[in-house]
Antibody, heavy 118, light 111 residues
Framework: QVQLQESGPGLVKPSETLSLTCTVSGDSISNYYWSWIRQPPGKGLEWIGYIYYSGSTNYNPSLKSRLTISIDTSKKQFSLKLSSMTDADTAIYYC????????????WGQGTLVTVSS | QSVLTQPPSVSGAPGQRVTISCTGSSSNLGAGFDVHWYQRLPGTAPKLLIYVNSNRPSGVPDRFSGSKSGTSASLAITGLQAEDEADYYCQSYDNSLSGHVFGTGTKVAVL
Protein backbone atom coordinates (compact mmCIF):
# COMPACT_ATOMS: atom_id res chain seq x y z
CA GLN A 1 0.00 0.00 0.00
CA VAL A 2 1.40 3.35 -1.04
CA GLN A 3 1.80 5.80 1.82
CA LEU A 4 2.88 9.41 1.87
CA GLN A 5 3.86 11.32 4.98
CA GLU A 6 4.46 15.05 5.24
CA SER A 7 6.94 16.47 7.73
CA GLY A 8 7.94 19.99 8.62
CA PRO A 9 7.21 22.89 10.95
CA GLY A 10 3.67 23.73 11.90
CA LEU A 11 4.46 27.38 12.49
CA VAL A 12 6.30 29.77 10.21
CA LYS A 13 6.94 33.48 10.73
CA PRO A 14 5.87 36.01 8.11
CA SER A 15 8.49 36.58 5.41
CA GLU A 16 10.24 33.31 6.23
CA THR A 17 10.57 30.23 4.04
CA LEU A 18 8.44 27.13 4.53
CA SER A 19 10.20 23.79 4.06
CA LEU A 20 8.20 20.58 3.91
CA THR A 21 9.24 17.06 3.02
CA CYS A 22 7.10 14.15 1.87
CA THR A 23 8.34 10.60 2.35
CA VAL A 24 6.97 7.90 0.08
CA SER A 25 6.71 4.24 1.04
CA GLY A 26 5.13 1.14 -0.42
CA ASP A 27 5.99 1.70 -4.08
CA SER A 28 8.61 3.01 -6.45
CA ILE A 29 8.97 6.75 -6.84
CA SER A 30 9.52 6.31 -10.57
CA ASN A 31 6.99 6.97 -13.31
CA TYR A 32 4.82 9.29 -11.28
CA TYR A 33 4.70 12.97 -10.61
CA TRP A 34 4.78 14.07 -7.01
CA SER A 35 2.63 17.01 -6.07
CA TRP A 36 1.95 19.49 -3.35
CA ILE A 37 -1.62 20.66 -2.79
CA ARG A 38 -2.93 22.95 -0.08
CA GLN A 39 -6.22 23.96 1.50
CA PRO A 40 -6.50 27.27 3.36
CA PRO A 41 -8.97 27.33 6.26
CA GLY A 42 -12.52 27.45 4.97
CA LYS A 43 -11.42 27.39 1.35
CA GLY A 44 -10.98 24.86 -1.41
CA LEU A 45 -8.05 22.85 -2.66
CA GLU A 46 -5.24 24.58 -4.54
CA TRP A 47 -2.64 22.75 -6.60
CA ILE A 48 0.82 24.09 -5.75
CA GLY A 49 3.06 22.21 -8.14
CA TYR A 50 4.65 18.89 -8.99
CA ILE A 51 7.96 17.28 -9.73
CA TYR A 52 8.44 14.30 -11.99
CA TYR A 53 10.72 11.55 -10.78
CA SER A 54 13.23 12.70 -13.40
CA GLY A 55 13.36 16.12 -11.76
CA SER A 56 11.29 18.20 -14.17
CA THR A 57 8.84 20.51 -12.46
CA ASN A 58 5.59 22.37 -13.09
CA TYR A 59 4.45 25.10 -10.74
CA ASN A 60 1.22 26.98 -10.18
CA PRO A 61 1.83 30.34 -11.89
CA SER A 62 0.51 32.20 -8.86
CA LEU A 63 3.24 30.69 -6.66
CA LYS A 64 6.03 30.15 -9.16
CA SER A 65 8.19 33.09 -8.08
CA ARG A 66 8.34 31.82 -4.50
CA LEU A 67 8.33 28.07 -5.03
CA THR A 68 10.92 25.33 -5.35
CA ILE A 69 10.11 21.62 -5.43
CA SER A 70 12.92 19.09 -5.37
CA ILE A 71 13.21 15.32 -5.22
CA ASP A 72 15.63 12.80 -3.73
CA THR A 73 14.85 9.48 -5.38
CA SER A 74 17.39 7.58 -3.27
CA LYS A 75 15.51 8.56 -0.12
CA LYS A 76 12.08 8.41 -1.80
CA GLN A 77 11.42 11.94 -0.67
CA PHE A 78 10.35 15.14 -2.33
CA SER A 79 10.33 18.58 -0.81
CA LEU A 80 8.70 21.98 -1.04
CA LYS A 81 10.22 25.36 -0.28
CA LEU A 82 7.91 28.37 -0.33
CA SER A 83 9.51 31.69 0.41
CA SER A 84 8.17 35.02 1.67
CA MET A 85 5.34 33.40 3.59
CA THR A 86 2.31 35.51 4.51
CA ASP A 87 -0.97 34.94 6.31
CA ALA A 88 -2.49 33.90 3.00
CA ASP A 89 -0.20 30.86 2.96
CA THR A 90 -1.72 29.44 6.14
CA ALA A 91 -3.20 26.12 5.06
CA ILE A 92 -3.18 22.37 5.33
CA TYR A 93 -0.43 21.20 2.99
CA TYR A 94 -0.84 17.81 1.35
CA CYS A 95 1.60 15.80 -0.68
CA UNK A 96 0.09 13.50 -3.29
CA UNK A 97 1.04 11.08 -6.04
CA UNK A 98 -0.03 11.99 -9.52
CA UNK A 99 -0.51 9.51 -12.33
CA UNK A 100 1.11 10.63 -15.56
CA UNK A 101 -1.27 9.02 -18.00
CA UNK A 102 -4.46 9.88 -16.18
CA UNK A 103 -3.76 13.21 -14.53
CA UNK A 104 -5.31 12.52 -11.15
CA UNK A 105 -3.95 12.20 -7.62
CA UNK A 106 -4.42 8.66 -6.41
CA UNK A 107 -2.64 8.70 -3.08
CA TRP A 108 -2.45 11.53 -0.57
CA GLY A 109 -0.59 12.20 2.65
CA GLN A 110 -2.62 12.97 5.75
CA GLY A 111 -1.76 16.66 5.46
CA THR A 112 0.07 19.03 7.77
CA LEU A 113 -1.27 22.33 9.04
CA VAL A 114 1.08 25.23 8.50
CA THR A 115 0.27 28.47 10.27
CA VAL A 116 1.97 31.74 9.40
CA SER A 117 2.22 33.90 12.49
CA SER A 118 4.77 35.96 14.34
CA GLN B 1 -7.96 30.52 -8.20
CA SER B 2 -10.63 27.85 -8.84
CA VAL B 3 -11.56 27.73 -12.52
CA LEU B 4 -13.96 24.85 -12.02
CA THR B 5 -17.26 25.92 -10.47
CA GLN B 6 -19.32 23.74 -8.17
CA PRO B 7 -22.43 24.48 -6.10
CA PRO B 8 -21.45 25.30 -2.49
CA SER B 9 -23.79 22.70 -1.05
CA VAL B 10 -26.30 20.02 -1.88
CA SER B 11 -28.44 17.99 0.48
CA GLY B 12 -30.74 15.02 0.46
CA ALA B 13 -32.48 12.54 2.67
CA PRO B 14 -31.05 9.08 3.20
CA GLY B 15 -31.71 6.92 0.18
CA GLN B 16 -32.16 9.83 -2.19
CA ARG B 17 -30.07 10.73 -5.22
CA VAL B 18 -28.02 13.91 -5.34
CA THR B 19 -25.87 15.33 -8.10
CA ILE B 20 -22.97 17.75 -8.01
CA SER B 21 -22.08 19.76 -11.07
CA CYS B 22 -18.63 20.92 -12.11
CA THR B 23 -18.54 23.65 -14.73
CA GLY B 24 -15.35 24.47 -16.56
CA SER B 25 -14.35 26.15 -19.79
CA SER B 26 -12.71 25.64 -23.16
CA SER B 27 -9.26 25.56 -21.56
CA ASN B 28 -9.95 22.61 -19.28
CA LEU B 29 -12.98 20.32 -19.55
CA GLY B 30 -13.91 21.73 -22.94
CA ALA B 31 -10.39 21.08 -24.22
CA GLY B 32 -10.92 17.39 -23.63
CA PHE B 33 -9.10 17.04 -20.33
CA ASP B 34 -10.55 14.41 -18.04
CA VAL B 35 -12.27 15.18 -14.78
CA HIS B 36 -11.62 13.42 -11.49
CA TRP B 37 -13.56 13.59 -8.25
CA TYR B 38 -12.40 13.49 -4.64
CA GLN B 39 -14.22 12.98 -1.37
CA ARG B 40 -12.92 14.74 1.71
CA LEU B 41 -14.42 13.40 4.91
CA PRO B 42 -14.12 15.69 7.94
CA GLY B 43 -10.60 15.72 9.30
CA THR B 44 -9.17 13.45 6.64
CA ALA B 45 -7.20 13.80 3.43
CA PRO B 46 -9.03 13.84 0.10
CA LYS B 47 -9.68 10.41 -1.38
CA LEU B 48 -9.93 9.67 -5.09
CA LEU B 49 -13.56 8.80 -5.79
CA ILE B 50 -13.89 8.88 -9.58
CA TYR B 51 -11.13 9.05 -12.18
CA VAL B 52 -11.20 9.75 -15.90
CA ASN B 53 -14.77 11.04 -15.82
CA SER B 54 -16.60 7.88 -14.80
CA ASN B 55 -14.27 5.23 -13.39
CA ARG B 56 -14.32 4.08 -9.78
CA PRO B 57 -11.14 2.97 -8.00
CA SER B 58 -11.30 -0.36 -6.26
CA GLY B 59 -13.31 -0.11 -3.06
CA VAL B 60 -15.50 2.83 -4.05
CA PRO B 61 -19.18 1.84 -3.89
CA ASP B 62 -21.12 1.83 -7.13
CA ARG B 63 -23.48 4.37 -5.56
CA PHE B 64 -21.01 6.92 -6.86
CA SER B 65 -20.97 7.64 -10.57
CA GLY B 66 -19.52 10.33 -12.79
CA SER B 67 -20.06 11.75 -16.23
CA LYS B 68 -18.64 14.49 -18.45
CA SER B 69 -19.97 16.34 -21.43
CA GLY B 70 -18.40 19.34 -23.08
CA THR B 71 -17.39 21.91 -20.50
CA SER B 72 -19.31 20.27 -17.65
CA ALA B 73 -19.13 17.20 -15.48
CA SER B 74 -21.24 15.77 -12.73
CA LEU B 75 -20.99 13.41 -9.80
CA ALA B 76 -24.07 11.47 -8.72
CA ILE B 77 -24.61 9.75 -5.42
CA THR B 78 -27.54 7.34 -5.37
CA GLY B 79 -28.91 5.79 -2.21
CA LEU B 80 -27.44 8.59 -0.11
CA GLN B 81 -26.04 7.45 3.23
CA ALA B 82 -25.06 9.33 6.37
CA GLU B 83 -21.42 8.39 5.78
CA ASP B 84 -21.51 10.33 2.49
CA GLU B 85 -21.54 13.64 4.36
CA ALA B 86 -18.33 15.20 3.12
CA ASP B 87 -16.83 17.77 0.83
CA TYR B 88 -16.50 16.80 -2.82
CA TYR B 89 -14.08 18.33 -5.32
CA CYS B 90 -13.69 17.96 -9.05
CA GLN B 91 -10.24 18.28 -10.63
CA SER B 92 -8.84 18.58 -14.11
CA TYR B 93 -6.00 20.13 -16.11
CA ASP B 94 -6.08 23.60 -17.57
CA ASN B 95 -4.26 24.62 -20.75
CA SER B 96 -4.19 28.31 -19.97
CA LEU B 97 -2.68 27.78 -16.54
CA SER B 98 -0.56 24.83 -17.67
CA GLY B 99 -1.43 23.11 -14.45
CA HIS B 100 -3.97 21.21 -12.45
CA VAL B 101 -7.10 22.89 -11.18
CA PHE B 102 -9.66 21.98 -8.57
CA GLY B 103 -13.31 22.84 -8.30
CA THR B 104 -14.64 25.20 -5.67
CA GLY B 105 -15.93 22.27 -3.63
CA THR B 106 -19.40 21.09 -2.63
CA LYS B 107 -20.54 20.14 0.85
CA VAL B 108 -23.01 17.27 0.85
CA ALA B 109 -25.41 17.15 3.78
CA VAL B 110 -27.57 14.16 4.60
CA LEU B 111 -30.81 15.40 6.14
Amino acid sequence: QVQLQESGPGLVKPSETLSLTCTVSGDSISNYYWSWIRQPPGKGLEWIGYIYYSGSTNYNPSLKSRLTISIDTSKKQFSLKLSSMTDADTAIYYCARGTVTVGNFDYWGQGTLVTVSS
Amino acid sequence: QSVLTQPPSVSGAPGQRVTISCTGSSSNLGAGFDVHWYQRLPGTAPKLLIYVNSNRPSGVPDRFSGSKSGTSASLAITGLQAEDEADYYCQSYDNSLSGHVFGTGTKVAVL
